[in-house]
């Protein structure tokens, strides 16, 4: 037995001996970080970023609770505010005192700010919000009841003169005039015009990126935010996903494991392509590459795409055949490159190509007899790893067998995301020579070591740092006076995507 066989069958073996209840397959794919859950209304937000102990003190992070409260978060400087009825709320960065309308009102501790990420103790939802909250230790469970800000059942805020709607993506229409969206929440349907030029945002919560994008670039399964300005008009839109990407390791009916150890269990709302056409979980095999795209409300999986390399072409009966594939793509590309795709076959005749199941039938021009050559341009959004260039080609009426080019492809149209650095921001330390790291998020393609970039208080200390395609650490010879230390690191993936990210801290 071969050592892939051997491995698919101990993980096939362990799925069956250990599978969840059906119930909790789909919560439990995305694999989010284990921590403390927090529910708010009777409704489970995502567990990233979770509430956190610091210094004996439970805190909760801010934003997302006061928007999962139904209320407008806004911040400017350390200044933290939203408005609940009549009154406006505050607190401010550092400081143990908030304010509710002319009352001020002591908080347990102070709120922080830890990697980009505003906490408040969750004494500042309870006294200050006037909100119930509980703490379970048993099940580790934060709880937060605030009937009278609580989110609205409809999917709908109002927000001064704007309205959000909000919910998970049944449908998007790109066609009609003006281009639809439908959101569902809980039992409301809606179905909203959007403007033509409204601003759409796309958030990869794995990644931990943002990056503009199209209408068309948002899927149904996603959970989306529009933003309605008092004429009606949708002037943003808000899409947020999870994906993950992999080679399937092992599967079983039901469930399937990818090389990184993420276990898919699909829903019966799940759609499962292979190469661009409808399949059901008996056609998956290990060696399928996937990528899994999940709400990040429910944590259900809503698609799969399934990539596959094609036979051996072989002749058809008619006579019609395709000789070779060529993808001129010698590299992960990047959102704005075109790639270019040769097929050598039987001439006079039709040919297209898919990009696995992504794009499919690319229509290609015979530039010389049996040559046939088409262009793609690559869009935003696009992201997606070792995808087979499928070709096909109809010849009077007949088909050949398709074929496949040597290349696969592999496209990143987001950056690396930096989700976690040490010491954290404005984080005091009492170590002249602190250990400083980052760790590095990609989608579709991964980060080039060689291209991390690592600077502290202006001076480039690369060549002292462990890189790896997750994470850059530096352990200082140096030993680094009181005050303040800046840090910047720069990262790129192997497509040539870059990011960079700045933070300071002090040394006492």
Known sequence: ???TRALALVLVVALTAAAPPAKSRAKATPRPPAGISIVINNSRLPLE????FIQGHLFVPVRRTIEALGLQFNRTGKLIWTEVGANVVSLTL?????????ATLALDA??????DVLYAPLRFFTDVLGAQATYDRRTNTVSIDAELVGRSNAGVVQRGNQIERFGTVAAIDVNSDPPTVTLTTNA?????????????EMHDVNANVTDPGELGDVRPGDFARLYIDKSGHVMR??????????????????RFVLTDGHVVAPSRTTQLSLNGKPAQMSDVKVGDIASVR??????EVRSILLSRKVDTPQTAASGASISSVDLDADRPLKAGDSMTVTVHGTPHGAATFDIGPYVTNVSMAERNPGVYVGTYNLPRAANFSDVPIIAHLRVDGADAPDAQASRTLSVAG???GINDFAPDQNAVVNTHRPAIFATFATEAVPVNPSSIILWVNGRDVTANTVRTERYVQYMPQYTYPGGQVHVTVRVADRAGNTTTKSWTFIIK
Do not use: Q, W
């Not at 102070?110 to 990697?115: G, H, I, R, S």
């Open 1 to 3: 037995m071969t050592p």
């Open 188 to 200: 409301t349907v809606k179905t909203i015009p959007i403007t033509r030029n409204a601003v759409v």
């Open 294 to 299: 999940y709400n990040i409300e429910t944590n």
């Open 414 to 416: 987001s950056p690396p």
């Open 110 to 115: 102070a709120p922080v700010e830890l990697k």
């Open 237 to 254: 839109v808000e899409d947020a996903f999870g994906s993950f990407y992999g080679a399937v390791a092992a599967a079983t009916a039901d």
């Open 94 to 102: 550092g400081s143990a005192v908030a304010h509710n309308g002319t």
């Open 49 to 52: 970023p979770p509430p956190r």
